[in-house]
């Protein structure tokens, strides 16, 4: 199909080692850069790319596209509500998810580009049919982040990272448990009054809108980068009443009740990409710690394949940082599929002053 020639290759990853301009730096004003544009600009540098991580990606941001048609007409489709199924998390499955995940799936089993899948959806990580070609990438994804908004027409998400294969044979689940430093990109869709793709393949973060008139997304956000000073913190404060000394204390600190404090202004929309999204273009913290509401739970919510990682690697390419409250996320091994963790994503320092309260406070 001649669509899916839009994307070249993604090069900075086949060459981490070489200089390449970052993004947006030779672009003139009032130029229109589609993906097309932008990638086969970087592309041009490396004539040894093969153009197969750019066709995944690109089969990603078409995923998006599917996916984000049907979140634009959700109040007029067939498609709200619960399919009366529990996904392997213990949440209600919405009929939006399950669309979600199913066009992942089906957009990258066949292509011989990808090796393993593994969905937050699903108890197993999903092999590719033996009667597709399996491929060099794995593939992990959150479908739908914020699903339990979707009734009430709040910015839903979908959140992708990409490993290259490690294991021998055609795939395992040694494949998916790979420490965030492996990461060769990540991204998220975020579906809202606009969709953009955001990602990086660890050469920065650019964001691209989607213009509907065309179907095509144009760069929009060029060498993403958290601003300072920072402007919004990000939490539930439902939970506040269990959290630990050290997080209370952090919180009274972002608000301004200690000295030092940055006094910022509290925004939560309680969908993960959203409140990600705000944050890097704002500036500003989102986190969610441990908690003990839960004692099924006491390690944390959100899960460290499908969130924290991809999300965590944006952040520190867009020169913030990612916790777990102790210690980068990057650098931690995970242990399980669908291992959950605390999470601090944004600035910099306002990641490192978590961290702080917590090592002083517990």
């Known amino acids: 199909m001649q669509q899916l020639t839009i994307i070249s290759e993604i090069v900075p990853v086949l060459a981490r080692d070489k200089e390449v301009a970052m993004p947006g730096e030779n672009d003139q004003p009032g130029q229109i850069i589609t993906i097309e544009r932008h990638i086969l600009k970087e592309q041009s540098s490396f004539p040894e790319a093969t153009g197969t991580l750019t066709t995944l990606l690109y089969d990603i941001a078409l995923a998006g596209k599917i996916i984000a048609s049907k979140t634009n ?4 489709a ?22 979600a995940d199913a066009t992942f799936f089906r957009m990258n089993d066949h292509t011989g580009r990808v090796a393993l899948m593994a969905s937050e959806e699903h108890a197993d990580f999903l092999p590719i ?3 597709y ?12 982040d914020g699903s339990s908004n979707i009734d009430y027409n709040i910015c839903l998400g979908t959140i992708f990272c990409i490993y290259h294969k490690i294991s021998a044979g055609r795939a395992s689940l040694e494949d998916c448990l790979q420490k965030g430093r492996q990461v060769v990109a990540a991204g998220y869709l975020l579906y809202g009054t606009s969709t953009m793709l955001v990602y990086s393949t660890g050469r920065g973060v650019n964001g691209f809108t989607l213009d509907p008139a065309v179907g095509e997304f144009l760069l929009s956000h060029p060498a993403i980068r958290f601003p ?6 990000s939490v539930n404060q439902g939970n506040q009443n269990y959290w630990s000394r050290g997080v209370q204390e952090y919180t009274a600190w972002l608000q301004g009740r200690k000295p030092g404090s ?9 969908s993960l990409v959203a409140d990600f999204h705000r944050n890097l273009l704002a500036g500003g913290v989102f986190y969610y710690p441990a908690d ?3 004692p099924e739970k006491p390690h944390g919510k959100l899960r460290i394949l ?22 980068n996320i990057l650098d931690i091994q995970p242990q399980r599929l669908h291992q959950r963790i605390p999470f601090f994503v944004g600035n910099l320092e306002l990641v490192e002053q978590a961290e702080t309260f917590i090592r002083t406070y517990g």
């Open 73 to 76: 007409r959700a109040g007029l």
């Open 78 to 99: 067939e498609i709200l509500g619960r399919t009366g199924d529990t996904n392997i998390q213990g949440e209600q499955v919405q009929k939006l998810d399950r669309f």
């Open 129 to 131: 049919p033996e009667k």
């Open 133 to 144: 070609p399996a491929g060099k990438y794995i593939l992990l994804y959150d479908p739908l």
């Open 228 to 233: 300072e000073p920072p402007r919004y913190y």
């Open 262 to 270: 940055p006094n910022l202004s509290a925004r939560y929309v309680g």
């Open 292 to 294: 003990t509401r839960d």
């Open 306 to 327: 499908y969130e924290a990682i991809p999300l965590a690697f944006l952040a520190e390419q867009a020169g913030g940082r990612g916790s777990d409250g102790t210690q």
